[in-house]
């Protein structure tokens, strides 16, 4: 889902004459020792880059659209006492479990929910963290201080991001870019400031599923002429159209523990090509009612959520595609996935016998 990079198309970007790259295609011959810096994006990505190359570059200036919810990551070394504890068999499935349960809890149905008490709790968390960090630095409280439902945005977990926006040498920019020169990048406040390098942080195209592939459905269509810019399957596994095609971590399975999503979708298509061997089917299908049905269930129930209720203004989000629907995200708890992948991988699919053109002059042959 985080592989099409999501390159900007600001006016000027091509003559800046300075190193500019996307942070996945990082360009390690450039040494940014001593350099004036400009770091587009505050997502995950920022987080994880700005406490790293602050701290070597003269000048960071740090260009942000929106602020993102942070949350403290809380990462530590483990005791050796505590790494014994987890090595043996059974304590490490009490481990699993707990992880299994606590996930459950806070990828479950209410979380996503603007109003729910956790998603209450987790925004506050959100806001006690900015208070901890920046208690001395109103200008910065209210520039990284998040404007919409928590959960609006994929969420940041990082305990080194906040201090490095308090360093000197960084400069955090609460506008989006407007236009770059040959040797400057002016934000939408109008401010030109000069730079030597340019990193950009723009994230992904995470709602343009499977776009290095072409797949023909059995009416002609290829499978992204089928969505039209709105993705969609059952479990983010099979479509309805493609015989025998299945994928993992298709539309609307992220936001659960992908991993376990991922084992549960395996098993789906497990059970399906069993039922196929079974009757003696060479292909098997899903059920274009039950795809249909199943995507106005869980629409409406996206709806409720952050990830389709944005701030004003606000354009696309890591959840959207491009018709404004939700792609990305399942948010009925990781149970419920388990359940419908048991189900589906049963019931949802027509198995049938495929005759292909030559055996058909055969079988007419014969006849």
């Known amino acids: ?26 360009e390690h011959e450039h ?32 260009f942000q659209r929106e602020p993102g919810h942070v949350m403290p990551k809380g990462a530590r070394n483990f005791s050796n006492k505590e790494r014994s504890l987890r090595r043996g068999p059974v304590a490490s499935r009490i481990e699993r479990l707990k992880c299994f349960l606590e996930g459950a809890q806070v990828r479950g149905t209410t979380v996503p929910v603007p109003g729910s008490r956790l998603n209450e709790k987790c925004a506050r968390l959100c806001t006690d963290y900015i208070h901890e960090v920046f208690h001395d630095r109103p200008d910065l409280i209210d520039k990284v ?57 723009t994230g992904f195209q995470p709602a343009n599923f499977l776009a290095q592939l072409e797949i023909m459905g059995k009416h002609g269509k290829t499978l992204h002429e089928l969505w039209d ?44 090509l069993k039922r196929m061997i079974r009757q003696g ?46 792609v990305t995200q399942w948010n009925q708890g990781l149970t419920l996935f388990w359940l419908l992948c048991k189900l589906f991988g049963r019931f949802a699919s027509n198995a049938y016998r495929h005759t292909s053109p030559l055996e058909a002059v055969r079988e007419s042959k014969t006849s």
């Not at 400009?38 to 990505?45: I, K, L, P, Q, S």
């Not at 002016?186 to 030109?192: K, M």
């Open 1 to 26: 889902m985080l592989n099409v990079i999501n390159y900007p198309d600001w006016p000027g970007l091509d003559t800046f004459s300075g190193p500019k790259f996307h942070t996945a295609r990082w």
């Open 145 to 201: 201080t998040p404007r919409y439902p928590f959960y609006g945005k994929r969420i940041i977990l990082a305990d080194d991001f906040y201090p490095a926006l308090r360093r000197d040498n960084v400069e955090l920019i609460p506008k989006a870019v407007e236009r770059v020169t040959n040797n400057s990048v002016v934000a939408a406040d109008g401010v030109e400031r000069e730079v030597d390098v340019l990193v950009l942080g």
């Open 281 to 326: 089917a060479s292909a098997i299908e899903l059920k274009q009612s039950v795809m249909d049905r199943f995507n106005r269930w869980l629409q409406r129930r996206l709806r409720r959520t952050s990830f389709g209720r944005r701030a004003v203004g606000f354009k696309l989000g890591y959840y959207r595609s491009p018709s404004g629907t939700v």
């Open 229 to 272: 810019d709105t993705p969609r399957a059952v479990l983010g596994v099979a479509v309805a159209g493609f015989p025998n095609f299945y994928m993992l971590y298709g539309p609307n399975s992220n936001g659960g523990e992908i991993l376990f999503h991922e084992e549960q979708q395996m098993g789906y298509i497990i059970r399906a």
């Open 31 to 62: 040494d940014l020792k001593d350099k004036t810096v400009a770091f587009v994006g505050t997502g995950c990505t920022a987080a994880q880059v700005i406490p790293e190359i602050a701290p070597v570059v003269k000048q960071l200036y740090v």
